[in-house]
């Protein structure tokens, strides 16, 4: 056989990108993926997805018949066919700032728009655009894990300040303040909250605002979850306070129109004050966006009839059947002793709940509850956090695990789970009733003294 070797002899001048394994560890694909490599095939029942918020494959959770019918005349109209410009084209960005102004004191124009392959790449765009040597970013935990996978992948160090779960998950924000420093270029905030399932109220967005100013740092506002609140807490844009700090509002038509695989999404700055163009980072956006992918142009097209067209109620439904689900699980979980709930969920498709392990027998992190929880009852939930999965797999389910090693956060807290309430409603009953099951069969047994 001839030497397989490369112009050197021996050695092709070729590798991988380590960094990317790591960067793709802690993303919630990257444990999900882990989690149904685990799953029974003898298992005759149905998944139970609760581990991810995509509610589009239940009946209950079908997108408006408008967006439909944009996307069929968008095609159909043949006049989509062609390149997008790099920022998007002009129709939808006018819609997108037409809708975003209905609430806000002043108004965005077109200009303030830049379409996004989805909310993700809104994240990547400003995370990039923001890496410059020595600068950090102070992120929320728990908090969507993407964003640290960005900024791994962008060598921005990230700083961690925490939600606090007995002031229903607001912003630590005097450790905010004893986080950042000269290197410190943007806080980010996830409202309506993902993991957490909070609605911040208009009173603590302003001190996250004023905080934000007094450091001289934006806010990056995820608000790809906008308006999904059914709780006693309207949802306010963080753009309403876009005169005291500069916002970069980051937004989708992914959730609010249950369609996340259309990956249309936005960045929007929200800042009449102008801060953003004077430093640079406007025209940073449009340098990273001229070397980057862009949404369909078909979809593109169908965004002002999307945007403007869709009926409240379609919303209305949407954010009702939110509301008979969030209280579903908030209901059923009580039922599990080994989980609790610090606060019932009011708004995105998440709650996030805290194991007591010491209820359980032969389970001692997160991240082994969800494997054996999708092993024994084909139920997936998200763990917190979790280390070093290649040693849980081994030891619990894989005899030739798939994955070598993976240090991560996912949502970043230890010993908690993440559960999407977004699914049909029978679904949920019966994967928290498993959940219960699984329970009972793990629970600690008690011992008693002789009488």
């Not at 929880?373 to 998200?382: D, G, N, Y």
Request: aromatic fraction near 8%.
């Amino acid at each position: 056989m001839e030497n397989a070797g490369g112009a050197n002899g021996n050695q092709w001048g070729f590798k991988a990108n380590e960094e990317l394994k790591t960067a793709s560890g802690i993303t919630v694909r990257g444990v999900l993926n882990s989690l149904l490599e685990n799953l029974n095939k003898n298992d005759t029942r149905p998944l139970i997805p609760l581990g991810h918020g995509d509610p589009s494959a239940f009946p209950s959770f079908r997108t408006a018949s408008v967006a439909v019918d944009a996307i069929v005349h968008s095609v159909r109209s043949a006049r989509f066919n062609c390149y997008s410009s790099t920022v998007g084209i002009l129709p939808a960005r006018r819609a997108i700032a037409d809708y975003l102004n209905r609430d806000l004191p002043y108004k965005l124009s077109p200009d303030d728009v830049y379409l996004t392959l989805g909310c993700t790449q809104a994240i990547e765009v400003i995370l990039t655009v923001l890496a410059r040597p020595g600068a950090n970013i102070l992120l929320p935990r728990p908090g969507f894990p993407y964003y640290e996978a960005r900024a791994t992948h962008s060598h921005l160090e990230v700083r961690h300040f925490d939600l606090l779960p007995a002031k229903g998950w607001e912003v630590d924000l005097d450790a905010v303040e004893a986080l950042a420093d000269e290197n410190t270029v943007a806080l980010v905030i996830i409202n309506p909250g993902n993991p957490c399932g909070n609605v911040y109220t208009y009173q603590h967005l302003q001190k996250i605002a004023e905080t934000a100013k007094k450091l001289g740092i934006m806010v990056i506002a995820d608000e790809v979850y906008d308006h999904l609140a059914f709780g006693n807490t309207p949802f306010v844009p963080m753009g309403v306070f876009g005169s005291i700090v500069p916002v970069l509002t980051l937004g989708s038509i992914s959730k609010r129109w249950i369609v996340p695989g259309w990956r249309l999404g936005w960045l929007v700055t929200s800042d009449p004050n102008g801060i953003l163009q004077d430093s640079g980072i406007v025209d940073s956006i449009k340098s990273f966006l001229n070397i980057s992918s862009d949404p369909a142009t078909f979809i593109q097209g169908a965004v002002p009839q999307i945007l403007e067209k869709t009926e409240e109620e379609f919303f209305s439904k949407i954010t009702d059947i939110l509301r008979e689900t969030a209280d579903i699980c908030y209901d059923r979980l009580k039922e599990i002793p080994c989980i609790t709930c610090p606060k019932k969920p009011e708004g995105s498709m998440f709650v996030m709940v805290k194991l007591n392990y010491s209820l359980l027998e032969g389970i001692n992190s997160d991240m082994e509850f969800a494997l054996k929880l999708a092993k024994e009852e084909s139920v997936i939930v998200l763990p917190g956090k979790i280390h070093k999965i290649y040693q849980v797999l081994k030891r619990f389910l894989l005899p030739n695990p798939l994955i070598l090693e993976i240090t991560g956060i996912t949502v970043g807290l230890k010993d908690w789970l993440r559960i999407t309430f977004a699914v049909e409603p029978s679904a949920l009953e019966d994967g928290l009733g498993r959940m219960k099951a699984f329970y009972d069969r793990h629970a600690k047994k008690q011992v008693t003294g002789d009488m």
